[in-house]
């Protein structure tokens, strides 16, 4: 396998965890001292809630490749669905961190919402950060540099002191907004601005993704994700199964109540 796990790795370890244990296990009082809150887990991600050191008050999560892949420049233009994943899952945990944090809040009051209205996006962008800290810098309080993950917190990021917000800052930090704009600029040929105002090439995840030379002869990558890239499909249905989070069987029998998922078992919240 291309990218093993690493013996050491903190965050492979963590991928390992969130494996071991099913969504919505309860705590396991041994672990109680050192557990990271696994908010989210697919295929290609586990996402975990930093407890110990966050960076806002509202809210900070670490997207983690579950591959031990190196660094961003590892990723090619079939990851672009990737990315764009990894983007509206983070989102997503983090309007449901910001409902918890202000339950009386309504505009994130429907996480399960497919990310469709512009105005939404909008908004979100002004409310959230996500993005990667490129090595050699590294958050101080996460010293991972050769294992993949995004940073993503709710603004605004009222515990992060001086020393640590060096990470932080635009000589380090690399917005996903950003790195998926400028993957899509050199495969698509197009001006791709990414900015608070988000255009119709926002709505198309696999767009950008296939590469090529003047001539015809197709150079895309293996992508690195296990996400159904069949980029000739074009636009990707905003309700397809990639985008939602795996919600537990309902079982509906006759006389029973038919159960309506609520954002909390939606989104499985389980420490390990
Ligand atoms: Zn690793
Ligand atoms: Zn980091």
Redesign the pocket.
Request: proline residues 11%.
């Given at each position: 396998m291309a990218f093993a796990?690493?013996p050491g790795?903190?965050?492979?370890s963590i991928?390992s965890a969130g494996n071991s244990s099913a969504p919505g296990t309860p705590n396991s009082p041994t672990n109680a001292a050192k557990q990271n809150e696994i908010l989210w887990r697919d295929d290609n991600f586990t996402v975990y809630r930093e407890t110990a050191c966050p960076v806002s008050s509202k809210g900070h999560i670490i997207v983690v490749f579950n591959l031990?892949v190196p660094s961003i420049y590892t990723l090619s233009s079939s990851d672009l669905p990737l990315l764009v994943t990894l983007r509206d899952v983070s989102h997503r945990l983090l309007s449901s961190l910001q409902t918890q944090a202000t339950p009386l809040s309504s505009p994130a009051a429907h996480p399960q919402r497919p990310l469709t209205s512009a105005s939404r996006l909008r908004s979100t962008r002004e409310t959230f950060r996500i993005g990667f800290i490129t090595p050699p810098f590294r958050d101080n309080k996460i010293p991972?540099t050769?294992?993949l993950h995004a940073h993503g917190y709710v603004l605004p990021a009222d515990l992060m002191g001086w020393w640590r917000a060096v990470g932080y800052s635009p000589m380090a930090w690399y917005d996903i907004d950003d790195l998926i704009a400028e993957i899509r600029e050199e495969t698509s040929n197009n001006r791709v601005r990414s900015g608070v105002n988000p255009r119709p090439i926002d709505f198309v995840p696999g767009a950008g993704a296939r590469r090529g030379t003047a001539d015809g002869i197709e150079t895309t990558d293996a992508p690195l994700g296990v996400i159904d890239t069949d980029v000739e499909q074009g636009e990707a249905n905003p309700t397809s199964p990639m985008l939602l989070p795996p919600t537990p069987t309902t079982v509906r029998g006759p006389g029973s109540t038919p159960t309506t998922p609520t954002a909390d078992s939606a989104i499985p919240h389980l420490r390990v």
């Amino acid at each position: 396998m291309a990218f093993a796990p690493k013996p050491g790795c903190p965050m492979c370890s963590i991928v390992s965890a969130g494996n071991s244990s099913a969504p919505g296990t309860p705590n396991s009082p041994t672990n109680a001292a050192k557990q990271n809150e696994i908010l989210w887990r697919d295929d290609n991600f586990t996402v975990y809630r930093e407890t110990a050191c966050p960076v806002s008050s509202k809210g900070h999560i670490i997207v983690v490749f579950n591959l031990h892949v190196p660094s961003i420049y590892t990723l090619s233009s079939s990851d672009l669905p990737l990315l764009v994943t990894l983007r509206d899952v983070s989102h997503r945990l983090l309007s449901s961190l910001q409902t918890q944090a202000t339950p009386l809040s309504s505009p994130a009051a429907h996480p399960q919402r497919p990310l469709t209205s512009a105005s939404r996006l909008r908004s979100t962008r002004e409310t959230f950060r996500i993005g990667f800290i490129t090595p050699p810098f590294r958050d101080n309080k996460i010293p991972v540099t050769d294992h993949l993950h995004a940073h993503g917190y709710v603004l605004p990021a009222d515990l992060m002191g001086w020393w640590r917000a060096v990470g932080y800052s635009p000589m380090a930090w690399y917005d996903i907004d950003d790195l998926i704009a400028e993957i899509r600029e050199e495969t698509s040929n197009n001006r791709v601005r990414s900015g608070v105002n988000p255009r119709p090439i926002d709505f198309v995840p696999g767009a950008g993704a296939r590469r090529g030379t003047a001539d015809g002869i197709e150079t895309t990558d293996a992508p690195l994700g296990v996400i159904d890239t069949d980029v000739e499909q074009g636009e990707a249905n905003p309700t397809s199964p990639m985008l939602l989070p795996p919600t537990p069987t309902t079982v509906r029998g006759p006389g029973s109540t038919p159960t309506t998922p609520t954002a909390d078992s939606a989104i499985p919240h389980l420490r390990v």
